[in-house]
């Protein structure tokens, strides 16, 4: 894949620059096309900013996706910048996920 091969040659797959969906264009609304990826998510209940179970789920899975990310480097030759969390809850319900684990874009595996 071309795109792979970019990343290959130029380190790390940054995936907020490779994935148009992951970039949102200032004062403009766009329809995008969002890729089937594999996530690391934590889900929870309670208000993020006082809930010690959210500082306990962040700090589980941040050192996760580290290892994964590792582990992607040093066994399929992938390396890939961990994305920053990302809260998809509301004040009572909560989510985080850095994202994407460790499948390439557009690589399937």
């Not at 148009?20 to 969002?34: K, L, N, Q, S």
Request: charged share 25%; net charge positive; aromatic share 10%.
């Amino acid at each position: 894949m071309p795109g792979q091969d970019r990343a290959a040659s130029a380190g790390k797959i940054d995936f907020k620059r490779e994935i148009a969906a992951y970039r949102a264009p200032r004062g403009a609304f766009e329809i995008v096309d969002v890729p089937r990826l594999q996530y690391l998510m934590v889900d929870g209940h309670g208000d993020p900013n006082t809930a010690p179970a959210y500082s306990a789920a962040l700090a589980a899975l941040y050192p996760l996706a580290y290892a994964l990310k590792f582990a992607s480097r040093r066994e399929l030759g992938r390396d890939y910048v961990v994305m920053p969390s990302k809260d998809c809850g509301g004040p009572r319900t909560w989510r985080c996920s850095p994202r994407p684990a460790t499948r390439a874009a557009g690589t399937g595996r």
